[in-house]
């Protein structure tokens, strides 16, 4: 079936990079996501790739797609403590649901 | 305004009482859902429906029940809570081209 994996927990300090990773099982995802869930909040889309892309870069966010690994991966440039939250990726399935992985907490240590 | 709203915020209940929670959303998107949010588990879907006619049950679906009584409104039933259903509950919309989903800000569930 379709699951998405991340690691629970990343700690970075403030001004390093931050690298978030995601593996996935559905090849036949169309679009990759990465959304962002601040403490007491919802979860907000931060960026997404289209299945065909190998990278994209949104200002400080660059992700990478290995679709050979089924690897997805959320690297956060020059990290500030206003990004520490919930990241999580998710996938397109193939009935056009989302399948969110379980989350990874950035703590970022001033 | 919000886009995607979600009454209440916090409720605290006993165990066996009957629960509801709202959704209503002003982005005009056909599709809604229904997810709870536990530590270490992310995101699990109860339900889900594309349009007004349509629900489906997703992957925790029993204990719960829904109701799209129209395309802005997707409430979520809890006719006899227990405390493992003790979690935070999203709603959420999407549109048909990105699917790209909308979150509501959660409601904060206890059951004691």
């Known amino acids: 079936g379709e699951d998405v994996e991340q690691s629970l927990f990343l700690s970075v300090r403030e001004g390093d990079s931050s690298v978030i990773n995601c593996t996935y099982t559905d090849s036949s995802s169309t679009y990759l996501y990465w959304y962002k869930q601040e403490p007491g909040a919802g979860l907000q889309l931060l960026t997404y790739i289209f299945s065909n892309m190998d990278m994209k870069q949104d200002q400080r966010l660059t992700v990478l797609l290995n679709k050979k690994d089924k690897h997805l991966s959320l690297r956060i440039a020059d990290t500030q403590t206003g990004d520490s939250a919930i990241y999580f990726c998710?996938?397109?399935?193939?009935?056009?649901?989302?399948?969110f992985g379980t989350g990874t907490l950035l703590a970022v240590q001033p | 305004d919000a886009d995607v709203t979600q009454t209440p915020r916090n409720r605290i209940t006993k165990t066996g009482k009957r629960i509801m929670l709202e959704c209503s959303q002003t982005?005009?998107?056909?599709?809604m859902y229904w997810y709870r949010q536990d530590p270490g588990l992310g995101l699990r879907l109860i339900y889900y429906?594309?349009?007004?006619?349509?629900?489906n049950k997703g992957e925790i679906s029993d204990g719960y029940s829904v109701s799209r009584q129209a395309q802005a409104k997707f409430s979520l039933s809890l006719e006899s809570a227990i405390p493992n259903q003790t979690a935070l509950y999203f709603c959420?919309?999407?549109?048909?081209?990105?699917?790209?989903?909308?979150f509501g800000p959660g409601t904060r569930l206890t059951v004691l």
């Open positions: 998710a996938e397109s399935g193939a009935t056009n649901k989302l399948i």
């Open positions: 429906s594309f349009d007004v006619k349509d629900i």
């Open positions: 959420a919309t999407s549109d048909l081209i990105l699917g790209e989903q909308f």
């Open positions: 982005k005009g998107h056909d599709r």
